[in-house]
Nanobody, 116 residues
Framework: QVQLVESGGGLVQAGGSLRLSCVAS????????MGWYRQAPGQQREHVAD???????NYAFPVKGRFTISRDNAKNTMYLQLNSLKPEDTAVYYC??????????WGQGTQVTVSS
């Protein structure tokens, strides 16, 4: 019932940029808290950023000032703009939705690889 489809990952050089997208079913984006986690091989999944239904944003310290989370309610899409990328940002990035009705529900993930 809850569907999250991610895209936008790829291979970039250090200092480059990517824009990740997460297209959700229904009115998920406008009505629920959403965000992004990432996971590198051999490491735990870590929080990256989130945005509440009211529009409040929160960022993990390692990405603060470089990443920007946003949403387009009309397109039912959440975005993560990744700027000034570092090799340490290499990971699979997952979008999620967390509502009072259930969750978290996860997308399939999109690979971000940053070369030096």
């Amino acid at each position: 019932q809850v569907q999250l489809v991610e895209s936008g990952g790829g291979l970039v050089q250090a200092g480059g940029s990517l824009r990740l997208s997460c297209v959700a079913s229904g009115n998920i984006v406008s009505n629920n808290d959403m965000g992004w986690y990432r996971q590198a091989p051999g490491q735990q999944r870590e929080h990256v950023a989130d945005i509440t239904r009211g529009g409040t944003t929160n960022y993990a310290f390692p990405v603060k000032g470089r990443f920007t989370i946003s949403r387009d309610n009309a397109k039912n899409t959440m975005y993560l703009q990744l700027n000034s990328l570092k090799p340490e940002d290499t990971a699979v990035y997952y979008c999620y939705v967390l509502g009072t009705w259930g969750g978290p529900y996860w997308g399939q993930g999109t690979q971000v690889t940053v070369s030096s």
